[in-house]
């Protein structure tokens, strides 16, 4: 099995920062691109951010010069770092990853993971 545990969330002020971490771990034989989500309340989860593993990235508008995804492939670790946070910015935020690895069996598999997510909160 792989898993994805995120980590780092909590409560921060407007304009303050915040550091997300997302963990792969299991049977991974390697991973391609890592993103992370959101999804507030009543709304449709969207896509916050995304590195492919040559480090590509690219944004949503709303997090645009404000956010910064990168990611530490020996360690098969994602991150956001979140700045000059805005109250839109509440939300659940879910980290994915495209893994090769084994789930089940004595077969690779490729599969998109989710983690379980982590709760920010922007408020004063």
């Known amino acids: 099995q792989v898993h994805l545990v995120e980590s780092g969330g909590g409560l921060v002020q407007p304009g303050g920062s915040l550091r997300l971490s997302c963990a792969a771990s299991?049977?991974?034989?390697?991973?391609?691109?890592m993103g992370w989500y959101r999804q507030a309340p009543g709304k449709q989860r969207e896509l916050v951010a995304h590195?492919?593993?040559?480090?590509?990235?690219n944004y949503a508008d709303s997090v645009k010069g404000r956010f910064t995804i990168s990611r530490d492939n020996p360690k098969n670790t994602v991150y956001l770092q979140m700045n000059v946070a805005v109250p839109e910015d509440t939300a659940v935020y879910y980290c994915?990853?495209?893994?090769?690895?084994?789930?089940?069996?004595?077969?690779?598999?490729?599969?998109?993971?989710w983690g379980q997510g982590t709760l920010v909160t922007v408020s004063s």
């Open positions: 994915n990853a495209g893994v090769k690895g084994y789930y089940s069996g004595s077969s690779a598999e490729y599969r998109e993971v």
């Open positions: 299991g049977s991974i034989i390697s991973i391609d691109a």
């Open positions: 590195i492919t593993n040559g480090g590509s990235t």
